[in-house]
T-cell receptor, first 109, second 114 residues
């Protein structure tokens, strides 16, 4: 079955800097790649997603890139703010979501 | 209405109790999911219902019994749970289109088994 690896497990950045989280997947048939943000004690919330027919997608300070050949995708957050601090999960999907282990992002002000 | 709701928010139960978790959505989604999430871990899929029929059971122990009474409701019946079953139980919903559709999560039920 699908396996998703996510790095780094923790990431500390200074407010205003950029943050990059990377994921690799194993099944080339995966065709949907969402990113979820989960704040402490709250539900996972979708922040951006990309489908396999697209290489890059951007929404304000957040962007996702997908390299199907290499089977990896990345989340880029620019101009980080303290409220970006949370756990971020990537996922890959054929018929069900398989999540990465998560990245704890800390934005220091 | 773009929310998935879950009740109760918190639940404490003994190992001999029977309880149920409830999930509701009014987004017209026809796929609903149960996930289990342990602290500092990603959500783990338990069950998927598509058009009110169970389509995926991720080898979940029979002490967890899902039910989908209609397209808006999803229940998870709990019986004879173990302390290691303590976790956050998340419900999600989406349109059932072979994994291409966004899943929206409910706030979860935090379960403690004593």
């Amino acid at each position: 079955g699908e396996n998703v690896e996510q790095h780094p497990s923790t990431l500390s950045v200074q407010e205003g800097d950029s943050a990059v989280i990377k994921c690799t997947y194993s099944d080339s048939a995966s065709n949907y790649f969402p990113w979820y943000k989960q704040e402490l004690g709250k539900r996972p919330q979708l922040i951006i997603d990309i489908r396999s027919n697209v290489g890059e997608k951007k929404d304000q300070r957040i962007a996702v890139t997908l390299n199907k050949t290499a089977k990896h995708f990345s989340l880029h957050i620019t101009e980080t703010q303290p409220e970006d601090s949370a756990v971020y999960f990537c996922a890959a999907s054929i018929n069900k979501l398989v999540f990465g282990a998560g990245t704890i992002l800390r934005v220091k002000s | 209405d773009t929310e998935v709701t879950q009740t109760p928010k918190h639940l404490v139960m003994g190992m001999t109790n029977k309880k149920s978790l409830k999930c509701e959505q009014h987004m017209g989604h026809r796929a609903m999911y149960w996930y289990k999430q342990k602290a500092k871990k990603p959500p783990e899929l338990m069950f998927v219902y598509s058009y009110e029929k169970l389509s995926i059971n991720e080898s979940v122990p029979s002490r967890f019994s899902p039910e989908c009474p209609n397209s808006s409701l999803l229940n998870l019946h709990l019986h004879a749970l173990q302390p290691e079953d303590s976790a956050l139980y998340l419900c999600a919903s989406s349109q059932p289109q072979r994994g291409l559709e966004t899943q929206y999560f409910g706030p979860g039920t935090r379960l403690l088994v004593l």
